[in-house]
């Protein structure tokens, strides 16, 4: 069996840049006025955008509807407000899961002094029915210091996150699935066969038949890695 693994470099993202308004937007996948029909989705992942926030910029209310949105932040903190009635305020480090279902509207702003940056990953669900639903886990609620921590578990997508901290000199096997998205958030990585792909910050990889064995992943120079990966059932 061949592995099929696709390297996508933080270069070669969509840019939905908007200056004056103080936002700035990288998109993985087709997105908004960036149509790529080659580029719309992989398995139930439809979008994984890394947004930058000035202090006092954000998007106002908007809908959405069927959409399992997922929401990391890595730098600063974003208030989060629904038409379900919760304001919340996500730090890095905090997992959101907005569970869109039938619609909801929300706002997302930056009232915080300092600039802020997360990334949103937008999931298609199984089926179209239910209610929305909202979810925020807290970064000290999570496992510290540990090399794979399964950080939230999608039944609707079937879908499983992973938060990955690579230590260099130790290789760290990938959660095994169907298909796998791997973001490099911080660090540098290696992994693979021979010859091995290196992926900085902002990179990814969309991972997709296993073949025999597992495939690992390390820290590539003197600096620990920090990755998300999707593990998807396709």
Do not use: K
Request: charged fraction near 20%; charge should be negative.
């Amino acid at each position: 069996m061949v592995r099929v693994i696709d390297v996508r470099r933080s270069g070669d993202r969509y840019r939905g840049s908007e200056p004056p308004s103080g936002i700035s937007s990288l998109h993985a996948f087709s997105f908004g006025r960036h149509y790529d029909p080659d580029n719309l989705r992989f398995g139930p992942l439809l979008a994984c955008n890394e947004e930058r926030l000035a202090p006092g910029a954000g998007f106002d209310e908007h809908p959405h509807s069927h959409t399992e949105i997922v929401t990391w932040v890595t730098e600063g903190e974003l208030t989060h407000q629904d038409s379900t009635g919760h304001t919340t305020v996500v730090r890095p480090g905090d997992v959101q899961h907005l569970s869109a279902a039938s619609g909801v509207r929300h706002v997302e702003r930056n009232d915080g002094p300092a600039p802020l940056a997360f990334l949103q990953m937008w999931l298609a669900p199984l089926t179209w029915d239910g209610t929305p639903a909202y979810s925020l886990i807290r970064r000290e609620d999570l496992p510290q210091d540990h090399p794979d921590t399964v950080v939230l578990t999608l039944p609707a997508a079937a879908a499983t996150l992973h938060h990955l901290q690579l230590t260099p000199g130790r290789p760290q096997p990938l959660p095994e699935a169907p298909l796998r998205y791997v973001h490099v958030l911080n660090g540098q990585v290696r992994f693979g066969p021979a010859p091995a792909a290196e992926l900085g910050p902002g990179d990814s990889a969309r991972i997709g038949a296993p073949a025999e064995g597992p495939l690992t992943l390390m820290a590539h120079g003197e600096a620990p890695a920090e990755l998300l990966v999707w593990a998807m059932e396709g």
